[in-house]
């Protein structure tokens, strides 16, 4: 711990680095962000953004949230030494934040509370999201009935099928959830359909964008929803272990639970950030979803940011097992963060997140997400790079019922007709 | 600078007339075969083609300019190949102006210099980008200047007046209304939103102003025409191309008599 820190349990002087107020007043984190939407939703969009200004220096919105976090989420979501798991991890000590414990079983819930109170504000009567693994549609939903609030969720056909449960438990919430059948069927073509529901009834409904992309305001705003996260875990790691951890390690996809926890670490020169990417069947291959890894610099669903494009600027197609990771952009703050080097982005396998999801269940008697399993996976090779005395604090941004199907596919776990039952061998 | 598209507007209107746009993406249902269907527009008497540049993610578009897009790129249609497209069709048909519509990812991709370059030598007339708003378009609209480009901007029923005034000041050529909110396809009614986003726009600005999203047919092009410089049809043009079914020879019949039927109704109101 820092010498000069006055105060013990606030961890040690943080620099503060250039660059760190960010977006500026158009939505720009360095080149990335920005704010590339059609005409139609010009109006719209400037709502939410003078919505939100308006709700941040508003002492009731700050409480009606922190009151619908702490009793309806849950909050403040635990943090779990993993003592066994963490043998595995040449012996560097791994803390993990729980945000699969919230309600609704994700982070996705910080998020969507923050606007549906601001839905309200404005005046709007029907939400309308997208979702890949179901997570925040599955939110969505949840604060739609809470709310009173007519709700259409957007989900591509690939999705629906891998994500079942998580459809059922949308329509038991009294969601319409559209199955979206052009492109790719994933979460891109979710959001593109989800932007063509919006500019035909932009009136009524507000447009609540899941993850830290989008155009202005959205990355922010939603990375503000999310920073409950790091501001917790950093004060719970420094009351646990009386020090900041070595990494914070998190799941990109479009990137929200990892903007949530490294935010606050930000300041925190001496902690390193690590994104963790979809490398699908390897970041070698065609079939992956690590934007960060294997991407360019371009304009996707409203803002500059990473994009897997072809050398015309057409999207490639993204491949994860996970659905919610399968998405060929990625947050514009994330693209910031790893030019200015400040994070690190890191390709993990399906197959390495599919091992250190076993690996989790059968050390810890926890069930993560897909989506966590691949910061998971990045834990176990950084506390291997890292060694023994090392802290790694990781995101488990969602628990893995959702995931039981293709689980249960991935290891053999069903019964299959007149065969034992040698379930899960290794 | 009076351009070309400026040109062709100003004839129209001292006929007494509105400009017949239409549009059609390269590449559908080939590249060939695309060259020759816009061709078939001009013939059937449209004033103005917007060549559609196919995208991945076409997030304005609805199912009919969906279906077209995709043909095209599996079809393997590149961004040479809708230049060539330009190029051929300005050169057949050198009284029309041609334009470019597209979102912004290819052109920022293929370069935003080197698009306006290759776009003005194969003979464009401008560009319409709608997913690039005027913020966000300084060094497109600079580059476009250098090459002699319009730059088309849309305006929807939902911007305000002050924006109204921002939009238009930074546009050329003409004015593109929305005549609704949502996305391009064919619709029964025009509606009432279209006459009152044009009054709106004509406040604010010199520029003819035409309008487009969802007129199909001879009777709204002529009900648009009242009040409006220009009136744009896609999608109806997209669906006689998909009903064609492949036969080439009825796809650009039909394509150039709905024309011919939409160059009447201009010309009724």
């Not at chain 1, 947050?331 to 993990?348: C, N, S």
């Not at chain 2, 006929?15 to 590449?27: D, F, N, T, V």
């Not at chain 2, 744009?232 to 796809?251: C, K, N, P, T, Y």
Request: charge should be negative.
């Amino acid at each position: 711990m820092s010498e000069k820190s006055e105060n013990p349990s606030a961890g040690p002087e943080r620099d503060h680095l250039p660059g760190t107020e960010v977006p500026d007043a158009r939505g720009y984190f360095g080149a990335y962000g920005g704010r590339f939407i059609p005409e139609a939703l010009v109006a719209a969009v400037e709502q939410v953004a003078e919505e939100y200004e308006k709700a941040k220096s508003d002492p009731a919105f700050a409480a009606e949230l922190d009151a619908l976090l702490k009793d309806y989420t849950g909050r403040p979501s635990p943090l779990t030494d993993v003592r066994r798991f963490s043998a595995e991890a040449g012996g560097a000590r791994i803390l993990l934040k729980r945000e699969d414990l919230n309600h609704t079983g994700s982070h996705k819930i910080n998020n969507v509370l923050g606007q549906a109170l601001l839905t309200r504000r404005m005046g709007k009567t029907r939400i309308i999201a997208e979702t890949g693994a179901g997570q925040h549609g599955v939110a969505t939903a949840t604060a739609c009935a809470l709310f009173g609030f007519d709700c259409t969720i957007y989900m591509g056909e690939v999705d629906t099928q891998r994500q079942a449960l998580n459809v059922a438990r949308m329509r038991m919430l009294g969601a319409e959830v559209v199955s979206v059948t052009s492109g790719s069927r994933t979460l891109k073509d979710a959001i593109n359909e989800a932007f063509r529901d919006w500019v035909a009834n932009v009136d009524s409904t507000h447009y609540l964008f899941g993850t830290v992309a989008g155009p202005h305001p959205f990355p922010m705003m939603v990375r503000d929803f999310h920073r409950v996260i790091g501001i917790e875990a950093r004060q719970q790691v420094l009351d646990r272990t009386g020090r900041l951890p070595d990494a914070v390690v998190a799941c990109v996809g479009g990137g929200s639970n990892a903007m949530g926890i490294f935010h606050e670490f930000i300041p925190d020169a001496g902690v390193r950030l690590i994104g963790c990417e979809a490398a699908g069947e390897g970041a070698e291959t065609p079939r992956h979803a690590a934007t960060l890894t294997k991407g360019d610099p371009g304009v996707l669903h409203g803002s500059r940011t990473y994009v897997l494009q072809d050398e015309d600027g057409q999207t490639i197609e993204s491949h994860s097992i996970s659905a919610g990771l399968d998405y060929p952009g990625v947050g514009p703050e994330h693209a910031w963060l790893k030019d200015t080097g400040r994070a690190e982005y890191r390709p993990v396998t399906d197959d390495a997140a599919m091992q250190a999801l076993r690996l989790l269940s059968r050390t810890e008697g926890i069930i993560p997400a897909i989506e966590s399993a691949h910061a998971l996976a990045g834990a176990l090779e950084l506390g291997r790079e890292l060694g023994p005395g090392a802290t790694v604090l990781v995101s488990l941004s969602g628990r893995g019922d959702k995931d039981m199907h293709t689980a249960a596919e991935y290891f053999g776990l069903y019964d299959e007709p007149g065969a034992g039952s040698a379930h899960g061998g290794k | 600078m009076a351009s070309k598209l400026s040109g062709i507007l100003a004839a129209a209107k001292a006929e007494g007339r509105a400009a017949l746009i239409g549009y059609l993406p390269a590449g559908f249902p080939s590249v060939d075969g695309g060259i020759r269907a816009v061709g078939a527009l001009i013939e059937g008497g449209c004033d103005i083609v917007e060549i559609g540049l196919p995208h991945s993610d076409p997030v304005l578009d609805g199912p009919t300019i969906q279906t077209a897009d995709d043909i095209a790129l599996r079809g393997g249609v590149r961004i040479k190949d809708v230049l060539r497209t330009v190029q051929e069709v300005a050169a057949a048909h050198p009284a029309a102006a041609v334009l470019v519509m597209t979102y912004w990812n290819p052109v920022d991709r293929y370069g935003v210099a080197r698009f306006a370059a290759d776009l003005a030598a194969a003979g464009g007339a401008g560009c319409i980008l709608p997913d690039l708003p005027v913020e966000e378009s300084v060094e497109w609209r600079k580059a476009a200047e250098e090459h002699g480009l319009d730059t088309v901007f849309v305006v929807a029923p939902s911007s305000k007046d002050r924006r109204l005034a921002e939009v238009t000041a930074a546009g050329s050529g003409f004015v593109y209304a929305a005549a609704v909110m949502g996305v391009t396809g064919s619709r029964a009614q025009v509606g009432d939103l279209a006459e009152d986003l044009v009054a709106r726009t004509r406040a604010t600005t010199e520029l003819p102003v035409c309008v487009g999203l969802g007129v199909s047919t001879r009777e709204q092009a002529a009900q648009v025409a009242g009040f409006a410089d220009g009136v744009i049809v896609g999608s109806a043009f997209v669906q006689r191309i998909l009903d064609a079914d492949g036969d080439e020879g009825a796809a650009l019949a039909a394509v150039r008599e709905l024309a011919g039927e939409l160059a009447q109704g201009v010309r009724r109101s």
